[in-house]
């Protein structure tokens, strides 16, 4: 069973503010959730839901992806119109993404497996558990925070590869990989940036899935006055 509180705890060593953001959701929103599954709700699922459900304080499952139950509750309407079942019958919705749908599925293990679904497949599993998935986001977060921060300063990384590795992640990507002369972002699936530093000039290695994510990437590179290479 998931210890709510001590996950919120261990998020806010490094994040102070998170407690003060998390809103738990509405207990009617709460029961159309248990009455769409059918059966009651996992106590890790309720958990999250009642402290954080409507409001996860900027924590996410998966990429791409809303837990909220506004967004889970309409995809449930709309799967409801569709004559055929995307997601196996005895699990759980718990996201909505343009990747597929984030489910809970507790038909083989005692703690319900977290599972990504496309079109009716399972496309992988994302956790043994929603416990797990949930420590394992915030200390993702807490590199993420610290290898932007004092643990690139630590490392000697050169002040102009600090700032644009700070850009972007102020637009949304995370931090990888980080030496002396280079760090690597990666954003989603969708992109992934190598900064390296070979003074007095800086370059960037990049890679997109789609034509248009690498178009914006190299916008977004343009504006910070980084040069693909």
């Known amino acids: 069973m998931i210890d709510i509180e001590a996950l919120v705890d261990y998020a806010a060593e ?5 407690r003060n953001r998390l809103k738990g959701a509405a207990p009617g929103d709460i029961a159309r959730l248990e009455a769409f599954a059918g059966f009651p709700l ?3 699922y309720r958990f999250f839901l009642e402290r954080m459900g409507a409001d ?3 924590l996410k499952l998966q990429a791409g992806c809303r837990t909220e139950p506004s967004a889970v509750l309409a995809l449930h309407e709309r ?3 569709n004559p055929f079942p995307l997601i196996p019958k005895g699990t759980i919705l718990i996201g909505a993404g343009n990747l597929g749908e984030l489910i809970l599925d507790p038909r083989k293990t005692r703690e319900p497996e977290v599972c990504l679904y496309s079109e009716g497949e399972l496309a992988r599993r994302v956790s043994e558990s929603l416990e797990k998935l949930l420590f394992r986001r915030v200390f993702q977060a807490h590199i993420g925070r610290r290898s932007n921060r004092a643990d690139l300063e630590g490392q000697n990384v050169g002040p102009r590869l600090l700032e644009a590795a ?7 990507f995370e931090t990888l990989w980080f030496s002396e002369r280079d760090v690597i972002l990666a954003r989603s699936r969708e992109a ?4 390296q530093a070979n003074p007095p000039a800086m370059f960037a290695e990049i890679g997109a899935q789609t ?7 190299v916008e977004s590179l343009g504006r910070f006055g980084l040069a693909p290479g």
């Open 211 to 217: 034509p248009k994510a690498l178009a914006e990437l």
């Open 79 to 81: 799967l409801r119109e």
């Open 166 to 172: 700070a850009r972007l992640r102020a637009a949304g």
């Open 14 to 18: 490094d994040d102070p503010d998170f």
């Open 56 to 58: 996860a304080g900027g």
């Open 192 to 195: 992934l940036v190598r900064l």
């Open 42 to 44: 996992p106590g890790s």
